[in-house]
T-cell receptor, first 114, second 110 residues
Framework: DAGVIQSPRHEVTEMGQEVTLRCKPI?????LFWYRQTMMRGLELLIY????????DSGMPEDRFSAKMPNASFSTLKIQPSEPRDSAVYFC????????????FGPGTRLLVL | QKEVEQNSGPLSVPEGAIASLNCTYS??????FFWYRQYSGKSPELIMS??SNGDKEDGRFTAQLNKASQYVSLLIRDSQPSDSATYLC??????????WGAGTKLIIKP
């Protein structure tokens, strides 16, 4: 298996622009997680899905952030409009079972909002 | 609020010595604990999980859990320069969500 795939790997955009991050989880994994990592705040869970259904989005910072999982092999995280404080590394992770099973992380998308 | 406390470091250890990383957590009800390693510019990867009090060994790595003290540690024996990374401690809360520490940066000096 290729592991969790994320695209793009790097994104530089200007404030106010829409940003879409993409993730393909490991085949057969029922759970998908979106995280954000910064030096100041560490690793933060934004939202997670079980069988394509959003279960907990309490970590989504505000309405500018939205996430979808239209099928078992694809998820998006969208920021509209983007702001400089959104600059971070965004990780997608998947697991077979959400109850303590190993989470496998993608390589991350490094987002810089100017 | 559920929290994981880790010393941010950096922790500097000479090559060949034992590196000791520590973590305390706030949720007494937690049953599952994890250590992830993150190399600079890379994503976290699981290296150890522990669910019962006591020690769990895997190669050069030993995880230690003390639920009464709400304390979990990771020992790395015969430290190698390739062990230089940030080590993230995490526990699973009652909602089956991972609560993450900020990580300890470990530097192994040749």
């Amino acid at each position: 298996d290729a592991g969790v795939i994320q695209s793009p790997r790097h994104e530089v955009t200007e404030m106010g622009q829409e940003v879409t991050l993409r993730c393909k989880p490991i085949s057969g994994h029922d759970y998908l997680f979106w995280y954000r990592q910064t030096m100041m705040r560490g690793l933060e869970l934004l939202i997670y899905f079980n069988n394509n259904v959003p279960i907990d989005d309490s970590g989504m910072p505000e309405d500018r952030f939205s996430a979808k999982m239209p099928n078992a092999s694809f998820s998006t995280l969208k920021i509209q409009p983007s702001e400089p404080r959104d600059s971070a590394v965004y990780f997608c992770a998947s697991s077979f079972d959400g109850r303590g099973e190993t989470q496998y992380f993608g390589p991350g998308t490094r987002l810089l909002v100017l | 609020q559920k929290e994981v406390e880790q010393n941010s470091g950096p922790l500097s250890v000479p090559e060949g010595a034992i590196a000791s990383l520590n973590c305390t957590y706030s949720d007494r009800g937690s049953q599952s604990f994890f250590w992830y390693r993150q190399y600079s510019g890379k994503s976290p990867e699981l290296i150890m999980s522990i669910y019962s009090n006591g020690d769990k060994e895997d190669g050069r790595f030993t995880a230690q859990l003390n639920k009464a003290s709400q304390y979990v540690s990771l020992l790395i024996r015969d430290s190698q320069p390739s062990d230089s990374a940030t080590y993230l401690c995490a526990f699973l809360d009652s909602n089956y969500q991972l609560i993450w520490g900020a990580g300890t940066k470990l530097i192994i000096k040749p």
